[in-house]
């Protein structure tokens, strides 16, 4: 590998602590806009139904997409025309014309698509219906986009990150919090688009488990492995679980009434989504698992890593679902009561789980769980270990 | 990517309509309480959708607020969110605009309030919510989807075989060659994960498509038969189609062929015209047999091919309108055997009635009247005339309410003393002349009256459907007994109870009915039209037809 000499300026900045760029609290800002804007949307659906392209919380998604593109568009521009030798010394080129970093890409190509699909999600209310499902082709192209803007604020600050060992230049501290919000963000996200399969109503059945035990494991593992903290993937968890409860809180203390018939339900405040996950839990597991057996071959972790998860989270989740069923969690602290205006309010599911596993169905689904969750940490460790080699 | 074009080349196909063929609007012209008004409701063609909703003050009151709200059938009007209030229309006084957003199929209707000086007043008119349109992507928009769909492949595959690559660089370090074979690598798989991805997506969207199609509203299909022998027409409707309609119960409640109910005393009212010349004209009211099967005295129809159109309310108030082609052979009434007995009876209220072909101004078959149309009038079979009280130089627009007014003079010249037919002051069936576009309206304007009370019924009900529902069979054997007794009674009580309920047929105060009727009525697309009015007097129906040219 050959080296070229560094720049006069960075090489001697590396005693002192830079101040981040502006541009990585813009994207992760973005990223929060992302996050809050699509809880928002949904609460909005299930409270007031009547869609809006100018709705208030498609308009905190907006912010989070123009942010976005917007800075990491004008850091590449800025770089590509403007920038310092040194600085593109730092940068990937691309097109053969351009500078930029890896997560500002990210977050350009989230831009671009949450922007193509607004054309698209406009066609297709105007062809099948406005809003007949939330999961449609053009939801799905608007989700990819805003995930990949959070994926890339991340990426944004793990370069960074992993480039700060040899330089030094910025502060530790406030990189460890970018990207511990970054992290919890995205899960949030991730959560959200699962949140089908892992309401409170699902916490005794087994594809709940299988779908946490595949989905879950790859990012917290990936993130654990990531970060610069010991505790990466608990941090990660626990900005999750702030900013889902923050959101049960804060969401029904508004003014929010049915705008579509039928209405069943007659509500006069928004209706929170779900209480969150306990998913510190597991994220504990992963990380002090992943201290431990840090010199162990890759199997090993996966599977110890594996069986931790869905054993922790069967036993935190498990009573926790019971819970939420009693009388107990009605209340504005776990939101249980939140309930679409367009149910029958006396739905006898309202407060009971759908399903309930035992025997050999729960000890199958409980083994698929596992296996999902051992390959999901192995892919997680191998994303972990790219994740730390990512530095421009 | 063949699929895609092929799609996308499609040009947008609306599915010929319900309720009234090709005419989706809804007009209705009465009172809201104390006021006098006309509302015009444009429902979407795809649902869920909105609905435009325009509502037309009549006697210039001012300080008025108008709101409106969906009601549907399925819940009645507790489960209704708050209405919204219609604008006032900039420029034009007594006007105000509204959207109004449905969200499920069926039977459903716009509930509009206003408030003012004189009160308040509430008129619910019932709109069929059905998915009727096939929409293709404009092709602009399709190239421009494509388009960036091919810069974010691209662009994607930049950023992955970079984060395989020299992204892994600390700053200031060449890449080496290992790092760019990885990169190569990179950019290759992410290429072919990605066109598998848009792959599967297409996938995903065709099946959406295919999915909406499965429930987009399929007009019932019928068979129409003559029997020469015995005089009879017989429509029977499809049951393969039936079946299919099953699939989903909220749709098989609401079109359930066991849930028919009279709309002006008829459990159908069918309609022969004869195609592309429009000059012979029937209308029947078929008997019912069994759910599926209806059945009518015919006259001696000329020979040739004929549009059908036949005209079912349910229980729901979801009215429809089945459509079907009749072709009626050379000579099948001659040659009836001499003295079968009929075995159905012509209902008193089927009328028949000949005229000149659209295309022509001379009439070709015995005793066929002349139409007439604007500033021409029209003689009738009694000597009385009709005139339509439109200016000849006067456009008629597509898209634009117009209001058709009609007067019929006795064969003095004097206003005629027009009769209630079938309880309402005159009938209308507007056609276009290659019969893409049917409508059979009132005075009151183009909704389903029987729908109306169908939704004023199941209001009332205020509880969940499941209770409302009747035995399907019961309430086939209750209907059947109850147009039984409106057949045995005499005309006048038949009338009588017809008229309960039904807008404008109030004597005036000289204690006659006026002799001039309007139809409010928005021709949906430009072309020749033929107007057909139906009135009675001395106990006679009295056919007239107009001819008019939508610009």
């Known amino acids: 590998m050959s080296t070229i000499t560094l720049s006069q300026a960075s090489a001697n900045d590396t005693a002192g602590t830079l101040k981040l760029p502006f541009y990585i609290y813009a994207v992760v800002f973005a990223s929060f806009c992302i996050t809050v804007g699509l809880i928002w949307d949904i609460s909005w659906h299930t409270s007031i139904g009547r869609d809006g392209l100018f709705s208030p919380p498609h308009l905190a998604t907006y912010l989070g997409a123009v942010t976005s ?84 604020a991340m990426v944004s600050v793990m370069a960074l990150q992993n480039r700060e060992s040899i330089t030094s230049t910025y502060s530790k501290k406030t990189l460890a919090a970018c990207f511990m919000l970054s992290s919890g963000f995205l899960l949030v996200m991730l959560f959200t688009i699962a949140s089908e399969y892992l309401t409170r109503h699902n916490m005794h059945g087994t594809l709940f488990y299988e779908v946490a035990g595949g989905l879950f494991p790859l990012f917290l593992v990936a993130v654990s492995r990531a970060s610069t903290s010991k505790w990466g993937a608990t941090r990660m968890a626990a900005v999750y679980m702030v900013v ?55 199997i090993v972790r996966a599977f110890a890593i594996g069986v931790a998860f869905v054993l922790v989270l069967l036993a935190v989740q498990w009573p926790f679902g019971d819970f939420l069923t009693t009388v107990y969690a009605r209340n504005w ?27 050999a169905t729960l000890i199958t689904g409980l083994g698929i769980s596992v296996v999902l969750a051992l390959l999901s940490t192995w892919l997680g460790l191998t994303w972990g270990r790219w994740m730390k080699s990512v530095k421009r | 990517m063949k699929k895609l074009i092929l799609f996308l080349s499609l040009l947008l196909a609306v599915v010929k309509s319900y309720g009234h063929v090709g005419s989706p609007g809804v007009t209705f012209e009465g009172k809201a309480g104390p006021y006098k008004v006309i509302v015009s409701i444009n429902p979407p063609d795809v649902i869920p959708g909105t609905a435009n909703v325009t509502v037309y003050l009549e006697d210039g009151v001012k300080g008025v607020t108008v709101f409106a709200k969906p009601v549907y059938w399925t819940f009645g009007a507790d489960g209704t969110p708050r209405a919204d209030q219609a604008t006032a229309f900039a420029g034009q006084p007594g006007r105000f605009d509204v959207k109004i957003w449905f969200m499920n199929m069926g039977t459903s209707s716009i509930e509009i309030m206003i408030d003012g000086p004189l009160g308040k007043g509430i008129v619910l008119v019932p709109v069929m919510a059905v998915s009727t349109a096939k929409r293709a992507m404009p092709v602009g928009l399709g190239w421009g989807l494509l388009g960036m769909a091919v810069f974010l492949v691209l662009l994607m595959v930049t950023i992955i075989s970079s984060s395989m690559g020299d992204s892994q660089l600390n700053p200031g370090e060449e890449i080496t060659k290992r790092l760019r074979t990885r990169r190569t690598i990179g950019g290759v798989s992410s290429l072919v994960i990605l066109v598998l991805i848009l792959w599967g997506g297409l996938s995903w969207w065709n099946s959406a498509a295919a999915n909406y199609n499965k429930f987009l509203y399929r007009p019932l299909q019928a068979t129409t038969i003559v029997n020469g022998q015995d005089g009879t027409l017989t429509l029977t409707i499809d049951t393969v189609q039936l079946n299919m309609m099953t699939q989903r119960r909220r749709m098989n409640i609401t079109r359930k062929m066991s849930f028919l109910v009279p709309d002006h005393g008829k459990l159908m009212h069918l309609f022969l015209i004869k195609a592309g010349e429009l000059d012979v004209f029937a209308h029947l009211h078929p008997q019912r047999v069994d759910s599926v099967t209806f059945t009518a ?149 183009s909704y389903s009256m029987a729908s109306q009370k169908a939704l004023l019924d199941r209001i009332a009900f205020h509880e969940p459907l499941d209770k409302y529902l009747p035995q399907p069979k019961v309430f086939v054997d209750s209907i059947d007994h109850f147009m039984t007794r409106l057949n045995a009674m005499p005309e006048a009580d038949r009338s009588k109870l017809l008229m309960v309920n039904m807008p404008d047929m109030a004597p005036s105060k000289n204690g006659t009915m006026t002799h001039q009727v309007s139809f409010p009525y928005t021709f949906p697309q430009p072309g020749k039209y033929r107007i057909w009015i139906q009135a009675k007097r001395n106990g006679v129906i009295l056919n007239s037809a107009f001819d008019a040219v939508v610009k």
Not at chain 1, 333 to 342: A, E
Not at chain 2, 302 to 323: C, H, M, Q
Not at chain 2, 361 to 383: F, H, M, V, Y
């Open chain 1, 69 to 152: 593109g917007l800075f990491s568009g004008y850091y590449v521009l800025r770089l590509t025309f403007a920038g310092r030798k040194e600085e593109k010394q730092q940068s990937i080129n691309f097109w053969k014309v351009f500078h930029g970093s890896l997560g500002a890409l990210f977050c350009i190509w989230g831009a671009f698509t949450m922007i193509t699909s607004a054309p698209f999600d406009d066609w297709w209310h105007n062809t099948f219906g406005l809003d007949v499902q939330i999961l449609s082709p053009p939801h799905t192209v608007l989700l990819l986009g805003m995930i990949t803007i959070q994926f890339g």
């Open chain 1, 244 to 298: 889902m409860a923050l959101l049960v809180w804060i969401l029904p203390l508004f003014h929010a009434e049915p705008k579509l018939g039928p209405v069943l339900n007659h509500i006069t405040h928004y209706q929170s989504f779900h209480f969150p996950l306990l998913l510190i839990f597991p994220a504990i597991a992963i990380d002090w698992l992943n201290q431990r057996l840090s010199v162990k071959p890759s």
């Open chain 1, 333 to 359: 602290l776990f939101g249980t009561t939140s309930w679409y205006f367009g149910s029958d309010p006396n739905n006898e599911y309202r407060y009971k789980l759908y399903d309930e596993a035992t025997g």
């Open chain 2, 297 to 445: 005295k015919i006259p001696n129809l000329p020979a040739g091919k004929y549009w059908v159109y036949a005209d079912i309310t349910r229980l729901s108030g979801f009215a429809e309108t089945i459509v079907d082609t009749l072709t009626v052979d050379e000579n099948i009434f001659h040659n009836a055997g001499l003295n079968i007995k009929p075995t159905v009876a012509a209902d008193p209220d089927d009328t028949y009635y000949l005229s000149n072909t659209i295309n022509s101004k001379t009439a070709t078959r015995t005793g066929a009247a002349i139409c007439g149309s604007p500033g021409i009038e029209t003689k009738l079979n009694d000597g009385s005339t009709a005139v339509w009280m439109q200016s000849p130089g006067k456009e008629i627009k597509a898209g634009e309410l117009t209001n058709l007014q009609f007067e019929i003079l006795d064969p003095e010249g004097k206003p005629a003393k027009l009769e209630p037919y079938m309880g309402m002051m005159a009938h209308a069936v507007i056609l276009k002349d290659d019969g893409s576009v049917y409508i059979h309206l009132h005075p009151a304007g």
